[in-house]
Structure formats: C-alpha cells, structure tokens
C-alpha cells in the first residue's frame, strides 16, 4: 500500500500511480513507465518529454513522524487486545462450570494418553502410518 501525499488516499498494492490523482509515487514516469529522478525533463531512456507529476516530496522527519504514529498505535492497540484477552480468560477460568469443564477435559486426554501407552506396538505403528498417508494425500491434492 502506499499513501499519495498530494490528496492524501490509500492506494493498495504497489502501484506506480496513486488511483484517485493520478501522480506517481516518487519519481517521474514516460508513458513507457521508464524510471526518471523527479528532477528530469525528459526520459533518459526513450526521451520522451511526456513525464508523469510526482507526488509532493515529503521530508524525511515528517515520513519518519508518520512511522512513529503508526507503530505507536499499533503498539497500543496490540497491548489492549493482550489485556482484554487476559481479561476474558481470568472471568472465564473464575466460573466453576469452566473449571470443571477443563478439569473434564484434562483427565479425558490422560486417560486417552494412558490408552494410547497400552495398546501393542504393532497397532500404534498401523495408526501412524494411516495417518501419515492420510496427511500426504490431502497434501497432493
């Protein structure tokens, strides 16, 4: 994506061209899109004199201000998500009936863990291999 700093838009992508005013991101163009620096009259490479309008050149502290809001604000957001998460899990593990259901849900798994211990070799060997030419074919397809 990138930010046209003449009218301000979004243009998604990596585009040459901002899509609602029309200036080139950067650096001028001929109409063979051919690469110029803004301060060419004419195409170094086929020497047209058609040349796109570059958008406004921006200083580099205030490219680098905008880098610092958006990191600042993603930071932020990130660290409210990681506590309102931590939040909703500490509520949800008070209420008993969650409780009991993980403590429900930690004894099937050792019980099928113990199950799984118990049965013979030959069998574990036989589930593994289904499972793994189970993996492969899903994978080709």
């Given at each position: 994506m990138k930010h046209c700093y003449h009218c301000g838009r979004i243009t998604a992508g990596e585009p040459l061209f901002c899509n609602t005013c029309g200036r080139s991101f950067d650096r001028k163009l001929c109409p063979r899109l051919h690469p110029n620096p803004r301060s060419a009259e004419i195409c170094s490479r086929c020497g047209s004199r058609e040349l796109?309008?570059?958008?406004?050149?921006?200083?580099?502290?205030?490219?680098?201000?905008?880098?610092?809001?958006?990191?600042?604000?993603?930071?932020?957001?990130?660290?409210?998500?990681?506590?309102?998460?931590?939040?909703?899990?500490?509520?949800?593990?008070?209420?008993?009936?969650?409780?009991?259901?993980?403590?429900?849900?930690?004894?099937?798994?050792?019980?099928?863990?113990?199950?799984?211990?118990?049965?013979?070799?030959?069998?574990?060997?036989?589930?593994?291999?289904?499972l793994r030419k189970r993996k492969e074919r899903h994978e080709q397809e």
């Open positions: 796109s309008t570059p958008q406004p050149n921006v200083s580099l502290l205030f490219r680098s201000g905008e880098w610092l809001a958006r990191m600042l604000l993603g930071a932020f957001l990130t660290l409210l998500t990681v506590f309102l998460v931590y939040e909703v899990l500490m509520q949800a593990l008070q209420m008993r009936v969650v409780q009991n259901g993980l403590f429900l849900i930690g004894f099937l798994i050792a019980i099928l863990w113990w199950l799984w211990t118990k049965l013979p070799e030959w069998l574990r060997k036989f589930v593994r291999k289904q």
